[in-house]
């Protein structure tokens, strides 16, 4: 069972962006303010037995009225995206959770670069709007396969800051992002944020990272779990729970996070597949096994946190703080 507070909430708008990519408005019932939100923040959305998390649209806002999220019907989804556009029309009930956020802007005034692929537009489009009403310097790179599955774009050639706006369309004139003479004229202190399939940030970021950007200046964010680790299978081991003064011991088939639970340990969560972070754990001793697309490299090699929904052991013990 999760700890996340949910909100009520019900549909009150939808349309159709693109080719298999809706958009939702969502106002909590009996209309009551919403929790505030800024650039790159994301919800949960609870609906028809899945979670999944999604960008908010819009700049940023303290009590809004309403969410707008942007959905994409994916071929290799798990459930939860045909579930929404299967399910959700106007007036639909479902429950959503206040805003998170760990993609957020790095405020102090340096320009920076945005680059979206695809539906990683959602929280691009949020940042782009909070540094235009900063005055902060940056540009908006934005890369599809076709015009007809770029959601937004209207929107941003239409939006103040259309000047910074750049699309790069595969089947276009315009073609592929040259994403090293991008980052080449950018200045030393600028950031770069990168949202989109995982081959595309990766790509991205490993350009970056070759000519020259250090980690503190790269900035993703990632809503689909990483791969399964390979090999012969997962072993049990043992957690330490310092507070709970509880030694647990993780079968081979079943997560950190179901042992504790079966435990009596009640551990927030959403996701539960290393995606959004909330049920971080900090690490006391030990090695982890990270299995998440939450963490940064950095913070997976200091192993001083862990996500027990689908990261484990590499030893025979883990001692955490809980």
Not at 48 to 75: D, H, M
Not at 258 to 285: D, F, K, T, Y
Request: charged fraction near 20%.
């Amino acid at each position: 069972m999760s700890d996340v507070t949910l909100i009520d909430a019900r549909v009150t708008a939808r349309s159709e962006l693109a080719t298999d990519i809706c958009a939702l408005e969502i106002e909590a019932s009996g209309r009551v303010p919403l929790p505030a939100l800024d650039a790159g923040a994301h919800i949960d959305v609870h609906v028809g037995g899945f979670v999944r998390q999604y960008s908010l649209l819009g700049p940023p806002a303290c009590a809004p009225e309403r969410y707008r999220i942007a959905v994409l019907r994916t071929t290799a989804s798990r459930g939860g995206s045909e579930a929404v556009h299967r399910t959700l029309q106007v007036g639909s009930s479902l429950r959503i959770s206040a805003p998170r956020n760990h993609f957020a802007l790095r405020l102090d005034g340096a320009p920076a670069v945005l680059v979206a692929g695809g539906i990683g537009i959602t929280p691009i489009l949020c940042m782009a709007a909070a540094l235009h009403g900063r005055r902060t310097p940056f540009e908006l790179h934005y890369c599809g396969r076709s015009i007809a599955r770029m959601a937004l774009v209207d929107e941003l050639l239409g939006s103040p800051y259309a000047r910074s706006v750049h699309l790069h369309v595969d089947d276009a004139p315009s073609g592929r992002l040259d994403v090293g003479r991008v980052l080449s004229r950018q200045p030393a202190h600028a950031h770069l944020y990168v949202c989109g399939p995982q081959g595309f940030m990766d790509h991205v970021l490993g350009s970056a990272r070759a000519a020259g950007w250090t980690d503190d200046r790269l900035h993703h964010e990632c809503f689909q779990p990483a791969a399964a680790a390979s090999g012969s299978g997962d072993r049990p081991f043992e957690l330490w729970a310092v507070r709970s003064g509880q030694r647990i011991v993780v079968r081979a088939d079943e997560s950190a996070l179901q042992a504790l639970r079966r435990s009596g340990i009640q551990i927030a969560s959403s996701c539960e597949q290393g995606v959004c972070g909330s049920c971080l754990i900090p690490v006391v001793a030990g090695l982890v096994d990270h299995r998440d697309s939450f963490l940064t490299a950095q913070e997976k090699a200091a192993h001083a946190e862990f996500l027990p929904c689908c990261s484990r052991a590499l030893e025979n013990t883990l001692t955490i703080d809980a």
